[in-house]
């Protein structure tokens, strides 16, 4: 069963701006971490940015200052706007929810691309 939906995914010029939702479902208990990471052909899994769920956040370097993740934490759904799009930030995105026991969950990504 799928237990992490991604959406919201699309084409965007560069400079624009996506909006992504990830829903948990309500099978996965005692979250403690909702967040985003992306996956490019040929290269390494990168952190996006993530959210304990008292609200502390870790962003990755390079997209600090243009992305934003927020929770829903009673309806285990997370967010990520993101902003002043760049070609770089081509990927497909992934969503996961961790437990307190670190077990993860991940979605089946939503691809973003960004044209120049």
């Known amino acids: 069963q799928v237990q992490v939906v991604e959406s919201g995914g699309g084409l965007v010029q560069a400079g624009g701006s996506l909006r992504l939702s990830c829903v948990a479902s309500e099978s996965i208990t005692r979250i403690y971490s909702m967040g985003w990471y992306r996956h490019a052909p040929g290269k390494q899994r990168e952190l996006v940015a993530t959210m304990m769920n008292n609200g502390s956040t870790n962003y990755g370097d390079s997209v600090k200052g243009r992305f934003t993740i927020s929770r829903d934490n009673a309806k285990n759904t997370v967010y990520l706007q993101m902003d002043s799009l760049k070609p770089e930030d081509t990927a497909v995105y992934y969503c996961?929810?961790?437990?307190?026991?670190?077990?993860?969950?991940w979605g089946q990504g939503t691809q973003v691309t960004v044209s120049s």
């Open positions: 996961n929810a961790r437990n307190i026991l670190e077990t993860t969950y």
